[in-house]
């Protein structure tokens, strides 16, 4: 079950080209992991220290987890991802063992990217309520806190993490030695729209007069992975009708299949 709680990805093949919208996080996530994977003797010899960790927030879907493969690949490191939710365990201890294999792992396997996903699941601010669960979880997460305090060797590993939830978040994790770096990945505007729907419709056949700027000008509640769904979509309609040409009315049926599909949950959720 230890093995299973993390995902480890010796080589990933995601790329910085693969990756929409997000040009200044990009720039800054490479100037953060990749410099010092790649370069520890500048930091030295300059005589600064490479940030700790680095948090990436924003909304669901918006390419955190694209954008740590890829700087794990362009960098040529192993990454290895863990779920916060998987760290918080019912018994007691479970959750800052994993903690450890996870950084035992990083070690055996350096270079390496340690990706958390969802690290409010174990670092949310602390409630008034004294259950003996949320105690567990406080021993995870100062278990993970103090893995990254004791941390000498700091250009072999690096820490990522990534959350949609970053007002929740203990401040305690965000002071310096732990994650010192933020990241916002905000939800793509019009033209990032447009560039992250290019990117995902490249290896599609689509009708040359498809108008992708016109057509992602209205789609305002669209994230990547959003859009990602949609060109998808739009090339099962073609599909269905017996096409191998992908049209725009293909990705106006797309649209309305996908905003509808959103209604549906949005009733269940309320
Ligand atoms: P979550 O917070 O839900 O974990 P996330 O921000 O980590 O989401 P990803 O898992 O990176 O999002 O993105 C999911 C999928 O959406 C990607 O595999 C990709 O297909 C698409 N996608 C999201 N953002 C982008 C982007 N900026 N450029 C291209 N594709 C994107």
Redesign the pocket.
Known sequence: ARAQAMEVDASPDVTYE?????DDQIRDVREAVEDPLENPETFETVGVEPPSGVL?H??????????AKAVANESDATFIKMAGSELVRKFIGEGSRLVRDLFELAADREPAVIFI??IDAVAAKRTDSKTSGDAEVQRTMMQLLSEMDGFDDRGEIRIMA?T?RFDMLDEAILRPGRFDRLIE?PK?DAE?RE??LE??TEGMNVADDLDLSGLVTDLEEF???D??SLATEAGMFAIRDGRTEVTRSDFEDAVEKLDSAEETADRNIH
């Not at 693969?18 to 997000?22: C, F, L, N």
């Open positions: 693969d990756i929409g919208g997000i990436l924003g909304p669901p879907g918006t390419g955190k987890t694209m954008l996903d969802e990534a949609n990945v793509p990032a560039r992250i990117i995902h994230s990547g992975a859009l990602a």
